[in-house]
């Protein structure tokens, strides 16, 4: 009843296009029970001798008519019939995607690509052909035989009438069980698929790691394996198809013999005449139709009904991250209709300030208090009882090892997890109390993963903004030092990156996503790992852009290399989720704490690798000393005391900071030490 319940409210929506349609039918319906009549009326006629070429001519002119009514009637029903299905098909599709758009990370984490693609192909193409198909066959099947039934009883013979139809009564016991088998086999076979598409998409989205280690047959033997299983279930399907419209058709010629043989003897006995045996045999013929569509129709149902329920499944997920309602919205909601209705007075107070281009105020001052989260399935936290307050304006860097909790902080920023009340505050604002619009719209982000639409370069740099203002574009561009780059591409801005923006390099990529980023010039930028492709000179001049882009503005960097983060205002260290160290990079190296140690084998690894590849060059000069031998110097830049490494040349901002508090460390950072701060750089 449920899945029923669900796909009524679209037929409602469209419920005068069914109506004319189903009427129309029955109009049609009803026309051809006319024409065994006529034609058992001629062959009365001409048999008795009784009619004339005139009642010929009127009896072939009245086919004509019905001919004529039959074809436009036809028209009109799948018009009106067909054209609502495609239109409700639509509609779901559309109502499904916008309803994948509000689930949440976890969601996508927890159900594959293929199977939701598979949901929006052949399950709706399965429900629409459960609300077209398989109800033109049900109604016509139901109208078609009760009124042929009556005509066969009233017009020609009772008994005859009764025999005829005892092999359409074992038709229709067998459909009962025949519904219920087709519906499990067409589950079962669209999980298969479902599968089997995931996979597919998996495989070509990965096909590089599959060439770079030669997994082509492994990855071969195992389609295959998926794809036998596929044609296991949907044999398993069309084999039961297979025995029972051959069986429908068996009963439907029993029931035709059964008409020839009682039906002939009637005739001879003149207790019908010749003209009714034509028209009861027509009549028989008549209700071939009805039932082959009532096979078709439970078939189709069933295979409907099981899409709806995935379709239904998906549709009635609740996002884990929504907005809260305010308690003037929660009052209204119970005293009316309750959820649904505080609901949509929420979504009507988001719209409307959408429509007004209500922007907040959020200047980018952060709050983290006590910030503790765990992922879901995770035996230990993520972030542990973290503590910190910046300012807006104020430039943030997050480093740590793997898995130390740098990603999970921005991505709470961002709502795509939900926190506890009160643990993430943006200007003195619970991130919970804050529409997710008004939030995301607030903060540009640059992931991990750098995922670039299969568009041109101009779309996906303009990709957050309304329009594509070249002169924006290219500043954008410009201040992440890919403009230089992209004028070089033959079609310059104009490029078709690819799925994924695989005709990019990996620095290309990333610069383009910072871009992007850059051309939303919100109040505050998040940059997770977003320098890691690109050379060291071009880290620094992007650096230097970035200074002078986001003067004024939060900026949140997180990143593995030392000299990426070293002049941020203030620098966070998570080790295994907690907020280890919080300074900036003076204040974190006095510490000689965990900064420190990464800082100083940060600087042995790069000097290490320097006299690497002096020795390379000297070695390519001086063929007679052996890279063994020349191994034994000391790199260059480190001192011959063990542990000491020569810091680097450049400018660094110095900040003073509180204490630490109990469960965590707790960093202000002021307005007067950042001016400070600049005034030293």
């Known amino acids: ?22 009427v129309t039918l029955f109009v049609v319906d009803f026309a051809n029970l006319y024409i065994p009549r006529i034609t058992g009326a001629v062959t009365d006629g001409l048999s008795d001798h009784t009619m004339d070429w005139s009642g010929v001519k009127n009896c072939l002119l009245g086919l004509l008519l019905l001919g004529l009514t039959l074809a436009v009637g036809r028209f009109l029903w799948r018009y009106f019939l067909f054209g609502s299905a495609r239109k409700i098909e639509k509609e779901l599709r559309n109502d499904m995607f916008a309803h994948l758009e509000k689930m949440s990370v976890d969601y996508f984490n927890e159900n594959k690509t ?13 429900i629409r052909m459960a609300i077209g198909m398989a109800v033109i066959s049900a109604f016509d099947a139901t109208v078609m035989t009760v009124m042929v039934i009556g005509q066969m009883m009233v017009y020609v013979n009772v008994k005859l009438t009764l025999l005829a139809l005892i092999p359409m009564v074992v038709i229709c016991v067998g459909t009962v069980y025949y519904g219920k088998v087709i519906h499990a ?77 009682y039906g002939g003897y009637l005739a001879i006995v003149g207790e019908i005449t010749l003209g009714r045996f034509v028209a009861f045999h027509q009549y028989v013929n ?70 007004r281009g209500k922007q907040p105020s959020l200047t980018g001052q952060i709050t983290f208090s006590h910030l503790t989260y765990t992922h879901r399935g995770a035996l230990q936290p993520d972030l542990r009882d973290v503590c910190l307050e910046i300012p807006a304006g104020t430039t943030l860097a997050v480093i740590g090892r793997t898995g130390s909790g740098k990603s999970t902080l921005v991505n709470l920023m961002l709502r795509l997890y939900n926190t506890d009340q009160g643990m993430i505050l943006l200007d003195g604002r619970d991130i ?3 529409p997710l619009k008004e939030l995301r ?53 104009d490029t078709m990156v690819g799925e994924r923006g695989v005709t990019l390099s990996g620095g290309q990529k990333q610069r383009s996503s910072i871009a992007r980023a850059l051309m939303k010039d919100a109040p505050i930028l998040i ?94 000069d001086e063929p007679h000393l052996s890279e063994q031998e020349a191994g034994n110097m000391p790199p260059a830049g480190v001192d011959q005391e063990p542990g000491r490494a020569v810091k680097p040349q450049g400018q660094e901002i110095c900040r003073e900071g509180s204490g630490s508090e109990e469960g965590g460390i707790t960093q202000h950072v002021s307005e007067k030490d950042r001016a400070t701060g600049k005034e030293a750089e």
């Open 114 to 126: 293929g199977d939701l693609m598979t949901r929006f192909t052949s399950d709706l193409n399965a």
């Open 286 to 355: 008549m209700l071939v139709w009805p039932m082959l569509a009532c096979g078709e129709a439970i078939n189709t149902f069933a295979q409907g009904g099981a899409s709806i329920k995935r379709v239904r499944a998906v549709m009635e997920e609740e996002p884990g991250v929504r907005d809260l309602l305010s308690e003037e919205e929660k009052s209204s909601g119970q005293q009316g209709a309750g959820r649904g209705k505080s609901a949509a007075l929420a979504k009507d107070r988001l719209e409307a300030e959408t429509r």
């Open 432 to 434: 919970n109390s804050i």
């Open 185 to 261: 086999r067409y589950m079962e076979r669209q999980e298969a698929v479902s599968d089997l598409t995931d996979y597919v998409q998996e495989s070509f989205s990965g096909i590089r790691v599959i060439k770079a280690f030669v997994r082509e047959q492994a990855q071969l033997k195992a389609f295959t394996k998926a794809n036998e299983k596929t044609r296991e279930k949907n044999l398993s399907l069309v084999r039961l198809q297979a025995v029972v419209m051959p069986l429908l058709e068996v009963f439907i010629g029993i029931s035709s013999l059964v008409t020839l043989i």
């Open 527 to 620: 940059l997770d790992d977003a320098l890691s492709a690109v050379d060291t000179d071009t880290e620094e001049q992007l650096l230097r852009n970035l200074q002078e882009n986001r003067r004024g503005k939060t900026t949140i960097l997180i990143a593995h290399r030392i000299s990426t983060i070293q002049h941020a205002d203030v620098i966070l260290v998570l080790e295994e989720g907690r907020a280890e160290e919080v300074g900036n990079h003076t204040r974190l190296m006095e510490q000689k704490g965990i900064y420190y140690e990464m800082f100083e084998k940060q600087q042995l690894e790069a000097a290490m690798g320097e006299q690497r590849a002096a020795l390379h060059r000297e070695y390519q």
């Open 1 to 22: 009843m449920e899945d029923l319940r669900f796909i009524m409210q679209y037929i409602k929506r469209h419920k005068w296009h069914y109506a004319a349609g189903i």
């Open 441 to 493: 719209r607030q903060i540009a982000y640059v992931p991990q993963d750098n995922f670039l639409f299969s568009d041109t370069l101009k779309a996906n740099i303009a990709f957050g903004v309304e329009g594509q203002d070249m002169d924006r574009i290219v500043a954008a561009t410009k201040a992440a030092c890919i403009h230089d780059s992209i004028m070089e591409f033959p079609d310059k801005y």
